[in-house]
């Protein structure tokens, strides 16, 4: 009786070493458009930020909360994740039946879709009008608003540290980026 429990401790402490020892994944953050972990940081001066403080389920589905401080007096709170199929998704807790498509990283040149699909003023045909290995642009035209329609806006990610503006320092994942 000894015995066998001798080789079933030894047997659980083999599955243990070698479970320790498996590969781990390779770092999520330079894989991403953007990389997404509480403390991360997007940092253009004390008046102009965008931190992701939290994370949050909607749906079930992990969110994270993204905050920013805009000319010193505005906020905004916005929840973001990327899903199964590699789709930038923006939703929020006060209306989890609402969602909308933020970009599609899978997607290539000339490729269109909308952020919701309601066809009212607040869908926007978007296409992807720049990808490499590094970079993504996504261009939005707000096509179904009278007065904007026609006046596209731009948004650019870099793979590993998220949007492309001028900002004076970056972290990710613990890792500062400067200007």
Not at 30 to 49: E, K, T, V
Not at 76 to 100: A, C, Q, V
Not at 127 to 155: A, C, I, W
Request: charged content about 25%; overall charge positive.
């Amino acid at each position: 009786m000894k015995k066998i429990s001798t080789c079933r401790g030894l047997i659980i402490a083999s599955l243990f070493i070698f479970s320790c020892q498996a590969k781990k994944p390779g770092n999520a953050a330079a894989d991403s458009f953007l990389p997404m972990q509480i403390g991360n940081l997007w940092y253009m001066n004390n008046m102009s930020y965008t931190e992701i403080k939290d994370t949050v389920r909607i749906n079930k589905k992990l969110f994270y909360k993204f905050y920013s401080l805009v000319g010193g007096d505005a906020t905004s709170t916005f929840y973001l994740r990327i899903d199964e199929n590699n789709k930038l998704i923006e939703s929020y807790p006060d209306d989890p039946g609402k969602t909308y498509i933020r970009a599609d990283f899978n997607a290539k040149i000339g490729e269109k879709f909308f952020t919701t699909g309601e066809k009212d003023e607040n869908d926007n045909e978007v296409t992807v009008v720049q990808k490499s290995d590094n970079e993504m642009t996504f261009s939005f035209d707000p096509v179904y608003h009278p007065n904007l329609k026609g006046h596209p806006s731009e948004v650019k990610y870099i793979k590993g540290k998220g949007w492309a503006e001028q900002y004076q320092k970056i972290k990710i994942d613990g890792v500062e980026y400067k200007k």
